[in-house]
Structure formats: structure tokens, C-alpha cells
């Protein structure tokens, strides 16, 4: 071999060995590393799809205070338990079995009496299945051929024998009136109690002595004062025949 040709071949080695060098950076660049190469040599699986990341829950709202127990309504007290049918009180008797008009009779099966005792007058009649009594005496006036006074007295009962006695409007009511049987007062301070179209009316009362007192005398007065004047106004009550009258309301009441 000739020199030339060593020089060539030692040209031509240095520029393999150059190139060698010049390559390796290129491959470093291109291969990877050693365990790079190693994670591409296995089949790469697809990265498993990421679960939904899960929301966070919402805030729980905190559960309201429980109300004290005083603060509840008070429970309804149960219904009262419905009685068995036993317990039940019995039906009224039917109205057949009260007493009716067939139990209020008057002498001779009469639905009214009328009788005249002196100056007095029994009246009794039957009104809705009742006996109703009453003695009256009345004054009218002449002139005018209106009732100006009256009396009336229902049958005794419980000791005292209770009417009403009819005067005329132009009285002091306000003073009451005052009743005389003959020369003796018989009752004073009474009061009227009201009026009505025919009068002013003037309850009485009267016990059995003043009945008894009555049978035996002549007059029974009745006086009030004249609302004009202030005069007393007298009413004159004549007591003819007023002992069997009130016999016979007696008898015809009960």
C-alpha cells in the first residue's frame, strides 16, 4: 500500500468517524430514552375514560328546631262515647195521653157559663182544652156607652183570690190608688202596672179574710187621684150578691 493510499484511508476513516459523530446527537434525538422505549414498546391502553367527577353534594339545610311541646294545639278531646240504646231515656208519652179538652168540663157538657149574681157576673169557658173563670163588674158610662171601670177576680188559689181592676186614663198613675171596703182600708200603695187601649190596669190581691170581709159588707171603693187637679176620683163597687158569686166561681173552677 501506498502512501497516497493511506492517507486516503485515513481521510475517509476520519470522515466516517465525523460522520459517526455528527449522527449521534440526531439518534439521541430520535430514540428514546431507554424506559421511554420501554412504555412504547407495550401497546399502549387507552387511558379508561375519567368518571364524572362527583358534584358535591348540596348543602344540607339544617332541620328546623322542633316546636317545644307546649307550642302544639292542644288535641281535641275525644267524642264522647255514643251511648248503647239501652241507655237511651224513653220516648215521651204521645199527646193523646195529656190531658185534653174532654178533661175540662163545665155543668151539662157547656163550653161557657154565663150566671148573674146581684152585681156581679161569673163567666167560665173553655179555651184550648182549659177552664177559664173569672167574677167581673163593670161601669160604663151613660153618655158615651163606654166602660169606664171594671173588675174581675179569678177563683182563690194558694189562700188569696188575684184580679185585675180597670180605671181610666186621666189618673195619676205615678200616685197609685187606694181600696176602701166601706169605712175601712182594705188596701193602700197599689201600683198600675200598665194600660191599654180600654185603660190603665190596677193588680190586686186579696187574702181570704178580705174575701170573707167582702161577703158581708156593702162597698168596695176604689180611689185615685184626678191627673188635672189632684181631686180624688172614687169608683164605688157594690158587693149585692158577691158571696154566692164567688161561691159559684169556686165550684165551676175546680
Do not use: H
Not at 465525523?18 to 430514540?31: N, V
Not at 348543602?59 to 267524642?79: G, I
Not at 193602700?188 to 161577703?215: E, I, N
Not at 191627673?227 to 169608683?235: M, W, Y
Amino acid at each position: 500500500m501506498t502512501q497516497s493510499s493511506t492517507s486516503l484511508s485515513a481521510a475517509l476513516l476520519a470522515g466516517g468517524l465525523a460522520l459517526a459523530l455528527l449522527a449521534t446527537p440526531a439518534l439521541a434525538q430520535r430514540e428514546p430514552p431507554a424506559t421511554e422505549q420501554a412504555e412504547e414498546a407495550e401497546p399502549q391502553a387507552e387511558p379508561a375514560p375519567r368518571a364524572p367527577a362527583a358534584r358535591p353534594a348540596p348543602a344540607t339545610r339544617p332541620a328546623p328546631a322542633a316546636r317545644p311541646a307546649t307550642a302544639n294545639p292542644p288535641a281535641r278531646p275525644a267524642s264522647p262515647p255514643t251511648r248503647p240504646a239501652t241507655a237511651q231515656a224513653p220516648a215521651a208519652a204521645p199527646t193523646v195521653s195529656q190531658p185534653t179538652a174532654q178533661a175540662a168540663r163545665l155543668p151539662n157538657g157547656a163550653t161557657a157559663v154565663n150566671e148573674v149574681y146581684g152585681d156581679w157576673t161569673v163567666d167560665c169557658r173553655i179555651n184550648d182544652g182549659q177552664k177559664l173563670c173569672v167574677l167581673t163588674q163593670s161601669q160604663g158610662d151613660s153618655r158615651t156607652n163606654q166602660r169606664v171601670f171594671a173588675v174581675e177576680l179569678r177563683a182563690p188559689k194558694d189562700g188569696r183570690a188575684e184580679g185585675t181592676i180597670l180605671m181610666p186614663f186621666w189618673l195619676k198613675l205615678e200616685n197609685g190608688a187606694v181600696l176602701k171596703l166601706d169605712d175601712r182600708d182594705l188596701g193602700q200603695g197599689l201600683r198600675f202596672s200598665t194600660c191599654s187601649p180600654a185603660g190603665c190596669l190596677l193588680p190586686v190581691s186579696f187574702p181570704t179574710v178580705a174575701t170573707d170581709a167582702m161577703k158581708g159588707g156593702k162597698t168596695l171603693t176604689a180611689a185615685a187621684l184626678n191627673l188635672s187637679n189632684n181631686d180624688v176620683v172614687s169608683f164605688n163597687i157594690a158587693l149585692n150578691g158577691f158571696g154566692p158569686a164567688l161561691d159559684r166561681l169556686v165550684q165551676l173552677a175546680n
